[in-house]
Nanobody, 119 residues
Framework: QSQLVESGGGLVQPGGSLRLSCAAS????????IGWFRQAPGKERERVSC????????SYAVSVKGRFTASRDNAKNTGYLQMNSLKPEDTAEYHC????????????WGQGTLVTVSP
């Protein structure tokens, strides 16, 4: 059974940091790009980042550029999203996904982890 499991979410104060992890099981993650998505209540889903299968290429939404960094450790079958300088508007459910490429279709979707940024 192929699945992605996110972890690392939680409650953090504005200006703080969190690192999300995306662990794959049942398949080889290095065959896929990893997309990070978020959805806040009442808002549309937003793709915040994507990292290529090799890790050589990354892209970010304007809203997080300069604050978030995507990385991956293919030996551990895991992707990461380092989130710094967090703002209340970053509060959302964060999901990772295995994509055929960063511009390709979504193959596997993770169950999500909640990030809450609040004083």
């Amino acid at each position: 059974q192929s699945q992605l499991v996110e972890s690392g979410g939680g409650l953090v104060q504005p200006g703080g940091s969190l690192r999300l992890s995306c662990a794959a099981s049942g398949f080889t993650l290095d065959e896929y790009a990893i997309g990070w998505f978020r959805q806040a209540p009442g808002k549309e889903r937003e793709r915040v980042s994507c990292i290529s299968s090799s890790g050589s290429s990354t892209s970010y939404a304007v809203s997080v550029k300069g604050r978030f960094t995507a990385s991956r450790d293919n030996a551990k079958n895991t992707g990461y999203l380092q989130m710094n300088s967090l703002k209340p508007e970053d509060t959302a459910e964060y999901h990772c996904a295995a994509l055929m490429t960063c511009s390709g279709y979504l193959r596997i979707w993770g169950q999500g982890t909640l990030v809450t940024v609040s004083p």
